[in-house]
Structure formats: structure tokens, C-alpha cells
């Protein structure tokens, strides 16, 4: 049974920064794409960042590149996210979600299966 749990996040200043984890188990890490979304209240998700299987193809969605990273480390079976320069905006909870795919990835919600819990992240001062 696949499995999703986030974890890292919390109350940032802005221009703060936080580093999310996704541990996933039950399933081989090399054959999904992992993705990241978030969902602000009274908003959709929306997809905030991908990387596939292989870990050669990533994507960001456009109000956060230069400032997130995604990176996975399929020994430890987790998946990571650096968040940095983080504005009130990005205020959400954020989720994790496993898909089989290798060789790319894409931040459409519908196209994964299994998702986490989610973890809050708030960026106030």
C-alpha cells in the first residue's frame, strides 16, 4: 500500500525559509514522479512542483522558481522540498503525491493517485 507523509512545516517569517519532506513507503521510489501542491483556504490546489522517477525532470510552477528546489533521495525513500525567499502567498497546506512515472512529470492534480496528509505552512510576521 502506497504511503505519503509530509513534514516540515510550520510558522516562517517572510523571506524565511523551509525545507518539506515527503517519506513515502510501500512502494519503490525509482518508478514515481513525486509532485507537490498546495491549497490555500478558499482556493484550489495548484501544483507547485514535480520530479520524476529517474529525477532527471523536474517542473516548477512559475510564482515559485528560483526560490523552491526539489530534489529526492531514493535511499532514504523521500523526496524533498527547499523552500526559500517565502512570501505571505505561500501560505497553504501543502501535499505530496506519488504517480508511476519515470521519465517525467507534470503538476496536474487528477494525474496522481495517492497523496499525503498534508502539512501547514505560514508565512507571517
Known sequence: Q???VESGGGLVQPGGSLRLSCAVSGFTLDYY???WFRQA???ERDGVSCISGSGRSTNYADSVKGRFTISRDNAKNTVNLQMNSLKPEDTAVYYCAA???ITSCVMTSSFYASWGQGTQVTVSS
Do not use: H, R
Open 2 to 4: 502506497l504511503q505519503l
Open 99 to 101: 504517480v508511476s512515472a
Open 41 to 43: 483556504p478558499g482556493k
Open 33 to 35: 514522479a513525486i509532485g
